[in-house]
């Protein structure tokens, strides 16, 4: 997109490697008894081991994810949204009549259109919820036509950023992933005098970023995927992770980051 830039993830005020990095073992989630690291993507619910050490944050308005039945749980970001700010969000799988009762008066879309405005232009006095879809783009232009009430809400569209998203796509780099939409749906709300009441949101994303800066910055021979933007890895910049798990013996990989089972675990595949 046309006009999309970077922003600098690094001003975010959150501080999440301290905390993060003490969570070293694999642990069960105390409600449905799945093993997991950070947080269960099932239950939406933090370790007990982070309990009062993650930051929390109010919304000034409800958010309603609406999440399409085939994205993976274990790969989407839009959960970090509902473990950090756990009154104001809800994930809602997807059906034709799941924003049934809803007012769509007071609701709104964050959808792109020649009809949609910037959040700044909103009034949040007469704005209850907002609905961010978490699926594929061509998954979002089916839910927008089939589901009426999502047809009838006022949409808006963030200014352009480039993204920060360590998956590669076939896309642009002015897509973001779901929970950088959503920071920034809540951050472009406060058009002056924005002073980081909203980056809480990005919590685990920066933790996540972070972490695969360092593995390359270790291991600077290592070659990120060749679709990914020009220079997406800030060897200079980057704090070199002390023992990369980036050790395979070849110096072309690719590298996928999952929020599943593996765990963050490394999925090697050999170039094409």
């Given at each position: 997109m046309q006009g999309a830039v970077p922003y600098d993830i690094d001003a975010l005020k959150v501080w999440p490697r301290p905390v993060l990095d003490a969570c070293s073992e694999r642990i069960s989630c105390t409600s449905c008894g799945k093993s997991v690291k950070f947080f269960c993507y099932h239950c939406c619910k933090p370790v007990q081991?982070?309990?009062?050490?993650?930051?929390?944050?109010r919304l000034p308005f409800r958010l309603n994810v609406i999440k399409h039945l085939k994205e993976v749980n274990g790969k989407s970001t839009a959960i970090h949204a509902k473990i950090i700010a756990p009154e104001d969000v809800e994930i809602i799988p997807y059906t034709v009549d799941c924003m049934n009762g809803i007012d769509t008066d007071r609701t709104v879309l964050l959808f792109p259109g020649p009809d949609a405005i910037n959040p700044s232009e909103l009034d949040i006095r007469h704005i209850d919820n907002a609905v961010v879809i978490d699926g594929t783009w061509s998954q979002a232009r089916t839910m927008v036509r089939d589901c009426p009430e999502l047809g009838r809400m006022r949409k808006i569209a963030i200014s352009p950023r480039k993204t920060r998203f360590w998956r590669y796509q076939n896309l642009d780099d002015s897509y973001l992933a779901t929970i950088e939409a959503i920071y920034f749906l809540y951050r472009d709300t406060v058009p002056d005098g924005y002073c980081g009441e909203y980056d809480a949101l990005m919590f685990f994303y920066k933790y996540f970023y972070d972490l695969i800066q360092g593995e390359y910055a270790a291991l600077p021979q290592k070659r990120f995927h060749s679709?990914?933007?020009?220079?997406?890895?800030?060897?200079?910049?980057?704090?070199?992770?002390?023992?990369?798990?980036?050790?395979?013996?070849?110096?072309?990989?690719?590298?996928?980051?999952?929020?599943?089972?593996?765990?963050l675990d490394i999925v090697f595949k050999d170039p094409e």
């Open positions: 081991k982070l309990n009062g050490k993650i930051p929390s944050v679709k990914h933007q020009q220079g997406y890895i800030h060897y200079d910049n980057a704090v070199p992770a002390a023992n990369p798990r980036l050790s395979r013996p070849d110096t072309a990989a690719k590298v996928n980051y999952d929020f599943d089972e593996l765990d």
